[in-house]
C-alpha cells in the first residue's frame, strides 16, 4: 500500500455540500486541507486511507460547507444599525447615516469593524464585500487581526445633494477621491496573504460626477480590480437621476463606459429589460440584498426584476447591506429571504428555493465578488473556507426536509459550530480563537458608548405613539 500523505487538517465524517460543478455532496465525507487550501474532498473512508494529519476534526453530525459569503456589508456602518429602522430611505441616508459616517475616531472604527466581523464569523460569514466607507486602514486592519477574509472599499463622492446640511468632508473633489481610493486599493489588494484584497467604490449614483465615474473605471481597470456601485436600488430613483443627468442611472453608468466584468452594482431593483441585456453582454455583476430591500420597502421585491436578472444569467451575490438593514449579520437569514420572498409577487412557490440560496451565497456570490477562482466551493486547490454546521437540534430532525433545505428553511447562524477561514480554525465549537472575546466585547462596548453619547443619539424612555 502506498504511504499516506502528510497534511495539516482533516475534517471528517461530515454531510459535506461541495458546492462544485457538479454539486456533489457526501454523507459521509472528508476535506483534507495543507496550509491556507484544501488538498482533497471525497468520501471519508477514501480521505483517510490517503491523508494523515496530526490534526483531525470529527464533524459527525454536522454539515461542511463552503463559508457564507455577504455579498455587500456596509462595515464602516455597524454602530448606526437602528438608525433609521422605519425610515425612508434618504432621510436614512442623508440625515443618519453620511453623517454618521464622519463620526467615528479610527479606534472606534476599529472596534465597530471587529464587532461586524465577530458577528458574521459567529453565523459562518467568511468572506465579506464592503461597499466602502472610510477609516479603511481601520477596518482592513480588524480583517487582518481577526483572521476573515474580505474587500475593502474607500467611499466616493464628489456632488452634495442640494438642499441637505450634510458634512462637507464627505464630498470631496474628483482628485481628492480618486488618490485617496488609489491608497486604499495599492495599500491592502492582497493583504494578509491574500485574504483581503480592495477594490474601487461608487457610492449612490446621484453623488458621482462623470469626471469622478470614469477615473474611478480607469484606475480600476489599471489595477484589475471591481467597482462596488449602489445603483438602480428604490423607487423613483432613475427617474430622478434622469432630472440631474438627463439619463436613467444604468444608461448613465453604461454611456459612461462603465460596462463590464468588474462592474459590481449594487441592490439593482430597477434595471428595465434593455438594461439587463447590457448587464449579460458586458459580463456585469450583481449584489442583493432581500431584508435590506424589505425593511427599506423600495419596491424591489414587488418590481419582480432580481429573478429576471438570475434568469437572464447575470451573477447576483446575496447580502446583507448592514446588520441594521438586515435584521442582522446573519446570512442563514438572508438566505431564507432570499428563498421565499421573491415568490409571492410571482405567485409562484417553485421561484428560488433553498438550492439556489445556498448557491447564491457560496459559489455564485464568489463568482460576483470576482473571487471564484479561490473561493465558494470545497475543491482541491480553493482556499479552505469552510463551516461545520451542527445538526443535532429538534429543527434539523423534520423527516420530510432534506439537509439543504433545512440548512436555508430551518437552521440559523446560531448552529454554525465551527469556522475555518484561509485554512486557520477561527472558531471551534462558537469560541473564536483568534481574539480574546471577552476583551473585544469591553471595547465595542466602549467604542459603542462614545459613538452614541458623540451622535447625541437620543435614549428612548417612552413609547412611540403614531
Ligand atoms: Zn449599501
Known sequence: MASSLVTDLIVTNGYVLTMDAARRMFADGAVAIGGSKIEAVGRSDEILARYKASHVIDAKGSVVMPGLIDGHNHIMSYFCCGYGDEADIMSRLYDTLYPYETLLTPEEAYFSALGNYIEMIKNGTTCFNDPGGYLVDSLAQAAVDIGIRGIVN????????????????????????LREAEKTVHAWNGAAGGRIRAWYSLRYVFNISDRLATGIRDLARRDGVGVHAHVAAVRGEN??????????????????????????????????????????????????????????????????????????????SIGTDTAGAAGSLDMFRVMYV??????????????????????????????????????????????????LVDRSAPEWQHPGRDVVRSLVYSANGSHVDTV?????????????????EGWAAGKIRASAAA??????????????VA
Not at 160 to 166: T, Y
Request: neutral net charge.
Open 338 to 387: 432570499f428563498a421565499t420572498v421573491h415568490r409571492d409577487p410571482y405567485n409562484d412557490p417553485t421561484l428560488i428555493g433553498a438550492y439556489k440560496a445556498l448557491e447564491h451565497a457560496t459559489i455564485v456570490g464568489a463568482k460576483a465578488c470576482l473571487w471564484d477562482d479561490e473561493i465558494g466551493s470545497l475543491e482541491p486547490g480553493k482556499k479552505a473556507d469552510l463551516l
Open 451 to 464: 459613538v452614541r453619547e458623540r451622535g447625541g443619539f437620543p435614549v428612548r424612555t417612552a413609547w412611540p
Open 154 to 177: 474607500r467611499s466616493t463622492r464628489d456632488i452634495a445633494p442640494k438642499g441637505k446640511p450634510l458634512p462637507p468632508q464627505l464630498f470631496e473633489d474628483v482628485e481628492t477621491n
Open 420 to 436: 475555518i477561514i484561509d485554512g486557520k480554525i477561527v472558531m471551534r465549537h462558537r469560541a473564536l480563537t483568534t481574539i480574546d
Open 239 to 316: 427617474e430622478a437621476v434622469q432630472q440631474i443627468f438627463g439619463k436613467r442611472s444604468l444608461e448613465r453608468y453604461y454611456d459612461l463606459g462603465l460596462f463590464g466584468p468588474n462592474l459590481y452594482c449594487v441592490h439593482m431593483g430597477f434595471p428595465n429589460e434593455r438594461e439587463v441585456d447590457l448587464l449579460v453582454r458586458h459580463g456585469v455583476k450583481v449584489t442583493h440584498c432581500p431584508s435590506a430591500a424589505m425593511v427599506g420597502a423600495w419596491g424591489v421585491i414587488g418590481n419582480k426584476m432580481i429573478p429576471y436578472m438570475i434568469e437572464k444569467g447575470v451573477p447576483v
